[in-house]
Nanobody
Framework: QVQLVESGGGLVQAGGSLRLSCAASGRTFSSYAMGWFRQAPGKEREFVAAITRSGLSTYYADSVKGRFTISRDNAKSTVYLQMNSLKPEDTAVYYC?????????WGQGTQVTVSS
């Protein structure tokens, strides 16, 4: 089992930056594909970004492409989401996700609020 703990959320003005971190427990972090999702009030949870086990391939939602960067440090069992040029519509709770089929794990989420 994997436990995920997100950090780095907060309040930022539009155009600003934040870096989210997700620390994973366990010794098999490098076996998991990792991702970030977000959920805004009244909306469904949506995909933001994902990274393969090796970190060689990354994937992004169109809405964040060019502004957000996902990365991972397998030695530290941590995945990151660098968010630049933030917009008010990026306001949401951001969740870390770890997948090793058939297992799928979620963190508790961290709030990101972007003011206009």
């Amino acid at each position: 089992q994997v436990q995920l703990v997100e950090s780095g959320g907060g309040l930022v003005q539009a155009g600003g930056s934040l870096r989210l971190s997700c620390a994973a427990s366990g010794r098999t972090f490098s076996s998991y594909a990792m991702g970030w999702f977000r959920q805004a009030p009244g909306k469904e949870r949506e995909f933001v970004a994902a990274i393969t086990r090796s970190g060689l391939s990354t994937y992004y939602a169109d809405s964040v492409k060019g502004r957000f960067t996902i990365s991972r440090d397998n030695a530290k069992s941590t995945v990151y989401l660098q968010m630049n040029s933030l917009k008010p519509e990026d306001t949401a709770v951001y969740y870390c996700n770890a997948v090793l089929s058939p297992w799928n794990y979620w963190g508790q989420g961290t709030q990101v609020t972007v003011s206009s």
